[in-house]
Nanobody, 123 residues
Framework: QVQLVESGGGLVQSGGSLRLSCAAS????????MGWYRQYPGKQRELVAQ?????ATNYTNSVKGRFTISRENAKVYLQMNNLKPEDTAFYYC???????????????????WGPGTQVTVSS
């Protein structure tokens, strides 16, 4: 089991910056990747950025060049610069723990989620 707790959300003006933090506890040694997702009202959760245990990162196109994900031990951070009103959403920390290998040889992960934090960018 992995527990996640986010912090750092809030209200900021367009062009401003925020830094989200997420602390993992529990079976942190089993985590393969950590990341941030966001959810707009009435929409499905979408990946914002992810970082693997090896340090490889992945960003959704709309945040490339503005957001930076980093990881230190059992914590993951999301530095968000040049924020735009369209970044307004509920942000969730995610941890992926491999639990199986499917018939094709691909890893099957179990997802763990934090309670989330609101980010609001005013225009």
């Amino acid at each position: 089991q992995v527990q996640l707790v986010e912090s750092g959300g809030g209200l900021v003006q367009s062009g401003g910056s925020l830094r989200l933090s997420c602390a993992a506890s529990g079976s942190v040694f089993s985590i393969n990747a950590m990341g941030w997702y966001r959810q707009y009202p009435g929409k499905q959760r979408e990946l914002v950025a992810q970082i693997t245990i090896s340090g490889a990162t992945n960003y959704t196109n709309s945040v490339k060049g503005r957001f930076t994900i980093s990881r230190e031990n059992a914590k993951v951070y999301l530095q968000m610069n040049n924020l735009k009103p369209e970044d307004t959403a509920f942000y969730y920390c995610n941890a992926k723990v491999p639990v199986a290998v499917n018939i094709e040889g691909a890893t099957v992960d179990e997802d763990y989620w934090g309670p989330g934090t609101q980010v609001t960018v005013s225009s």
